[in-house]
């Protein structure tokens, strides 16, 4: 299989910092992505990690470990718009390039 | 701008009849879409890869009778619920990648809430 594993609920403050953790299977692993997803919308593209490191896009970034078979979105000084659903995506290079997505880490972020 | 358009956004159906969802892409050819279906608080699904000019490929557990797709052209996929249940109702979103390169993002649909009633 390709368990795509990440927490199901993190809640955090204003203007705080959250990570939330993906692990995935690497036999045949070409990269990462991490989507966004506010209730009743399709997601949206946050980043993709193909190399091991950290990218930073603003207040975003992700972190990928290849022979971990780990990955992290790094969420900085958080907003209330950022309460959402945060996916994280596998793309295990099929033919066809369909991901295999996570359950999702639902994200609350109070005041 | 979105590179994908799915159509409708909403559809609310009376239980027995049939709903077809459009699912095109803007700015690229894509060979292949990807149909995913999501309930409540749950991640995505894939349902069905969508091959233009051949049949679909669909996951384990989704009844191909059903869940009719027809990829009749580079831009277009659809998928039709044919005689729709309440069990049925759920977001659907397709999803497409640029086929000259695959190391990009996938590029999703606005997706459509279905209820059945």
């Known amino acids: 299989g390709q368990n795509i594993d990440q927490p199901t609920e993190m809640t955090a403050t204003e203007g705080a910092i959250v990570q939330i953790n993906c692990t995935y299977q690497t036999s045949g692993f070409n990269g990462l992505f991490w989507y966004q997803q506010h209730a009743g919308e399709a997601p949206t593209f946050l980043s993709y990690n193909v190399l091991d490191g950290l990218e930073e896009k603003g207040r975003f970034s992700s972190f990928l470990s290849r022979s971990k078979g780990y990955s992290y979105l790094l969420l900085k000084e958080l907003q209330m718009k950022d309460s959402a659903s945060y996916l994280c995506?596998?793309?295990?290079?099929?033919?066809?390039?369909?991901?295999?997505f996570g359950k999702g880490t639902k994200l609350s972020v109070k005041p | 701008g979105a590179v994908v358009s799915q159509h409708p956004s909403r559809v609310i159906c009376k239980s027995g009849t049939s709903v077809k969802i459009e699912c095109r892409s803007l700015d690229f050819q894509a060979t292949t879409m990807f149909w995913y279906r999501q309930f409540p608080k749950q991640s995505l699904m894939l349902m069905a890869t969508?091959?233009?000019?051949?049949?679909?490929?669909?996951e384990q557990g989704v009844e191909k009778d059903k869940f009719l797709i027809n990829h009749a052209s580079l831009t277009l996929s659809t998928l039709t619920v044919t005689s729709a249940h309440p069990e049925d109702s759920s977001f659907y979103i397709c999803s497409a990648r640029d086929p000259s390169s695959l190391n990009t993002e996938a590029f999703f649909g606005q997706g459509t809430r279905l209820t059945v009633v």
């Open positions: 995506a596998a793309d295990y290079g099929g033919s066809q390039g369909n991901l295999i």
């Open positions: 969508s091959n233009e000019g051949s049949k679909a490929t669909y």
